[in-house]
């Protein structure tokens, strides 16, 4: 079973303080991601990345910085909580070859920006 | 807009019953096509996939894509309550960008 694990997994930060969200998987997938989900919305992708060192922006990057140092490594990065950035996040791994990408979530980061 | 539609938002039905659910995506550049479950409190796990135009069966599970109108639809059959869950339609252009882009999902309850 692929793994990919969060931390933290509960949060609470204060408004206009700064927030990282870390992901590692084991998986040795290329792919990463970070999504966000909130009622009514379903997951909205945040950033991605192919590999070490490439961060790419999603459909609502803004606010948000990503980090990709290794293979393993994925982490959100918040500089400027606010309150509209309260939710539940997911990082995913995915294993993208010819036919297609499976993700593969970790168990999410509960986040209440105060 | 979001790129990637599903309906119904919700959905009631009996056990045993059939569940429908369906997807379209506005973006004509994707090839693929997924669906993944999301159980109460826990992460997305992917359900099934289907990148072809036709049919792929599973068990009780049913997949059908028409890349012509961008459609794909899943059907439970014998619907239990463990299959009580948010389902959410995810789609990705075929090559280029990994990107996959999810709708914002059918809650299924199956009542027993």
């Known amino acids: 079973e692929a793994a990919v694990t969060q931390s933290p997994r509960n949060k609470v930060a204060v408004t206009g303080g700064k927030v990282t969200l870390s992901c590692n998987q084991t998986n040795n997938h290329n792919n990463m991601y970070w999504y966000r989900q909130d009622t009514g919305h379903g997951l909205r992708l945040i950033h991605y990345s192919y590999g070490a060192g490439s961060t790419e922006k999603g459909d609502i990057p803004d606010g948000y910085k990503a980090s990709r140092p290794s293979q393993e490594n994925f982490s959100l990065i918040l500089e400027l909580a606010t309150p509209s950035q309260t939710s539940v996040y997911f990082c995913a791994s995915g294993d993208a070859t010819g036919a297609g990408n499976t993700l593969y979530f970790g168990e999410g980061s509960r986040l209440i920006v105060v | 807009q979001q790129k990637v539609q599903q309906s119904p938002e919700s959905l009631i039905v009996p056990e045993g019953g059939m569940a429908s659910l369906n997807c379209t995506s506005s973006d004509r550049n994707v090839d693929y096509f997924w669906w993944y479950r999301q159980h109460s409190g826990k992460s997305p796990k992917m359900l099934m996939?289907?990148?072809?135009?036709g049919e792929k069966e599973e068990g009780r599970f049913t997949v059908h894509l028409n890349k012509a109108s961008l459609h794909t639809s899943l059907h439970i059959r014998d619907s239990q309550p463990s299959d009580s869950a948010l389902y959410l339609c995810a789609a990705s252009p075929s090559s280029g960008s990994w990107q996959l882009i999810f709708g914002s999902g059918t809650q299924l309850t199956v009542m027993p």
């Open positions: 996939s289907i990148f072809s135009n």
